[in-house]
């Protein structure tokens, strides 16, 4: 009894809590955009978008159960917030809550998204480094890892202390890695000396030490900066003491790139980012039910015949069995597998598998190619903008403007895309004025819900219309698109 009651009282002391949280970021919300409204479109008749909004929102109550969890840790003391007054605050508010652990405060972990390795033979003595061969296995890395250097939140140099070797890393690092912004740089080798043939291991736990603190520990002893490396021009800094690790990569999570060398000329670059919170959810991007988005399975074998012998053997998945879980152990066991073959189904369907192929060591090219002919069929992403968040709020936002050029509503009024019975109002021969709007909302919408996932293209194409699709595919925050023919 004395159980339930304390129980109760949790639970009111928790949605007492979420108030308090929901209206304080609410206020602090509306007056940030506000501020933008005002100040930064001060000319212009210009009004927040409602996905823009959104987005926004759930960025800031994000931050604000990150800050949460943080607060659980025993290093703030008497300021510490209970781990039980967490869990009542947020319960039966999280996406996909009940595949979480009891205890999911204290999720925690890194991804290594890049690896890349070479060795530069008798191009310089054993003991001298060489830049061109460093720079090449940073870009092998970060050609899998399919991201840009100026994405990158810190740099875990090698950096032995050296006088000729520091210097070599150092500068082609400024070169690859400059931005705008202040490039910060750091070895754990100050801390704790070289530790030969585990100096990788050493940066790594430096690393995930950053990712799961958030906070940059200091290089000890630079107190005389290497005058051969062109700190200034490159905009680099060695932090001294411990700093907050700023976010700057467009995923929103922490990502650090590692550079490492041996003696006889062998090189390696890992590019690391930080975990998902929800280690065991499923993309946020869907509105319907689990059981209504397909899986994407895959086999992997060192050999196309134990591939298949693997695909073989998960044809006749237990109906009792959770799906997601089994896509998700597979699809790890097959990252270090030579040969896959893959196999998208849905519940209650038997997988059939492609035929194994030989995995590339670095990721093929995307190329998006935006098209100039309308959409030419009723139904088209009638079932995307059922089911998928980012592709129907685009669609919602867009659909706005049009209908306030032309009174017309493209949705409501002509009946595009929404509702699964809605009657073909345009015939074969679709006019113009429905034709050129209704292909740029789709482009614009899907190229807005791949960016959802993480999905960039290397090379766009475009012809005649298809080119507001390209503008707003090249039209990304940080400004660095891909380049159009």
């Known amino acids: 009894m004395d159980q339930e009651k304390q129980a109760s009282n949790m639970k009111v002391v928790g949605e007492r809590r979420l108030r308090r949280i929901m209206i304080s970021e609410a206020v602090f919300m509306i007056w940030k955009l506000r501020c933008t409204r005002v100040i930064g479109h001060a000319e212009e008749n210009w009004q927040h978008s409602n996905t823009a909004v959104k987005r926004q929102w759930i960025s800031a109550i994000n931050k604000r159960l990150e800050i949460d969890k943080e607060m659980t840790k025993k290093k703030y003391g008497r300021s510490a917030i209970a781990k ?13 809550e009940t595949d979480l652990p009891e205890d999911w405060v204290n999720i925690n972990g890194f991804l290594i998204l890049g690896t890349g390795i070479n060795s530069s033979g008798s191009l310089a ?6 830049a061109s061969a460093q720079q090449d296995a940073m870009l092998r890395a970060f050609a899998q890892a399919q991201r840009s250097p100026k994405e990158v939140d810190f740099i875990e140099l090698h950096a032995t202390g050296t006088s000729s070797g520091d210097p070599t890393e150092a500068n082609w690092v400024g070169v690859q890695f400059r931005r705008d912004a202040e490039v910060l740089v750091g070895s754990v ?18 690393v995930c030490h950053i990712i799961k603190h958030g906070v940059i520990p200091p290089t000890v002893n630079c107190t005389i900066p290497n005058p051969a490396i062109r ?9 001294v003491a411990p700093e907050e690790l700023r976010i700057r990569s467009p995923s929103g999570r922490a990502l650090i790139a ?29 509105t319907c039910n689990r059981s209504m988005i397909p899986s994407l399975l895959i086999a992997g074998g060192l050999s196309p015949r134990s591939a298949s012998a ?4 998960l044809k006749n998945i237990p109906a009792d069995r959770d799906c997601t879980r089994v896509v998700r152990a597979l699809g790890r066991r097959a990252r270090s597998m030579l040969w ?10 038997t997988p059939r598998f492609s035929e194994p192929v030989l995995v590339p060591k670095v990721a093929p090219h995307i190329v998006f190619v935006f098209s100039g002919q309308g959409p030419q069929h009723w139904n088209t992403g009638r079932e995307m903008f059922r089911t998928c968040a980012p592709f129907h709020d685009t669609v919602v936002d867009l659909d706005r403007v049009y209908a306030r050029m032309t009174g017309k509503s493209l949705i409501t009024d002509i009946g595009l895309l929404d509702g699964s019975d809605a009657r073909d109002s345009l015939g074969d021969l679709w006019p113009i004025s429905a034709t050129l709007p209704a292909l740029t909302i789709l482009q614009i919408a899907l190229v807005d819900t791949l960016r959802a996932i993480g999905v960039k293209p290397d090379v766009v194409v475009d012809h005649s219309a298809g080119e507001t699709g390209r503008a707003r595919c090249c039209s990304e925050e940080d400004g660095s698109g891909p380049r159009s023919p």
């Open 84 to 96: 039980n007054t967490i869990l009542a605050t947020w319960t039966n508010t999280l996406h996909e």
């Open 125 to 130: 003595p054993v003991n001298a480094p060489v």
């Open 189 to 206: 080798k100050g801390n704790v000396g070289h530790t030969e043939i585990t100096s990788f291991l050493s940066s790594l736990c430096k």
């Open 231 to 239: 700190w200034a021009e490159h905009n680099m800094r060695v932090p």
């Open 258 to 286: 590692m550079s490492s060398s041996g003696i006889g000329g062998a090189n390696g670059h890992c590019v690391i980012e930080a975990h998902p919170t929800n280690t065991n959810g499923i993309p946020s991007i869907w």
């Open 310 to 313: 693997v695909g073989e053997t």
């Open 340 to 349: 896959k073959a893959y196999s998208v189904f849905s519940e209650g369907q």
